[in-house]
T-cell receptor, first 113, second 113 residues
Framework: EAGVAQSPRYKIIEKRQSVAFWCNPI?????LYWYQQILGQGPKLLIQFQNNGVVDDSQLPKDRFSAERLKGVDSTLKIQPAKLEDSAVYLCASSPVVAAEQYFGPGTRLTVT | GENVEQHPSTLSVQEGDSAVIKCTYSDSASNYFPWYKQELGKRPQLIIDIRSNVGEKKDQRIAVTLNKTAKHFSLHITETQPEDSAVYFC????????????FGKGITLSVRP
């Protein structure tokens, strides 16, 4: 089966610019997650979707980050405007149900200069 | 919220020796505990998980033990090989419909040939 797809793989932007990431989960997976992984740390959950509804976005900086999963399949994560501290790898993951194995995508490495 | 800590932060073992990585968690309601392996520049991948209704689970050279009273769980790798060198993340969640996975900061395991 195809894995979780993400694009772009790398992105370099200047602070105060905007950026968007795209994720296509494994077919049939109802739950989709966006994580931020700063170098040397574990993944931190930003937002969790169950189909197209938000289950948890308590750690999403809502003044600058937004995410959507309109048709319950693909998802986009946007940062506007970006800050230097947003430099990280943004990982998308999906699972068939909550509290099951999460399958991670390759991630998008964002560098904010 | 849940707080997951890993000890030690780095571990170096000789090839063929055993490695034990320990995690502690704070939320007594957590009941799902996965371990992910992340090789340099790659995505995290699940290697083993355990639920609170069992105390131990084994899969070939890898085992996980859970002590709910003490709120800690450990990853055991026997007969370590150089390809076991990676960052290992433990995580915990309540496992319910709206639960989220909280990751530790990761432990870097180095297996010396």
């Amino acid at each position: 089966e195809a894995g979780v797809a993400q694009s772009p793989r790398y992105k370099i932007i200047e602070k105060r610019q905007s950026v968007a990431f795209w994720c296509n989960p494994i077919s049939g997976h109802a739950t989709l997650y966006w994580y931020q992984q700063i170098l040397g740390q574990g993944p931190k959950l930003l937002i969790q979707f169950q189909n197209n509804g938000v289950v948890d976005d308590s750690q999403l900086p809502k003044d600058r980050f937004s995410a959507e999963r309109l048709k319950g399949v693909d998802s986009t994560l946007k940062i506007q405007p970006a800050k230097l501290e947003d430099s990280a790898v943004y990982l998308c993951a999906s699972s068939p149900v909550v509290a099951a194995e999460q399958y991670f995508g390759p991630g998008t490495r964002l560098t904010v200069t | 919220g849940e707080n997951v800590e890993q000890h030690p932060s780095t571990l170096s073992v000789q090839e063929g020796d055993s490695a034990v990585i320990k995690c502690t968690y704070s939320d007594s309601a957590s009941n799902y505990f996965p371990w992910y392996k992340q090789e340099l520049g790659k995505r995290p991948q699940l290697i083993i998980d355990i639920r609170s209704n069992v105390g131990e689970k084994k899969d070939q050279r890898i085992a996980v033990t859970l002590n709910k009273t003490a709120k800690h769980f450990s990853l055991h790798i026997t007969e370590t090989q150089p390809e076991d060198s990676a960052v290992y993340f433990c995580a915990a969640s309540r496992g319910g419909a709206n639960s989220k996975l909280t990751f530790g900061k990761g432990i870097t395991l180095s297996v010396r040939p």
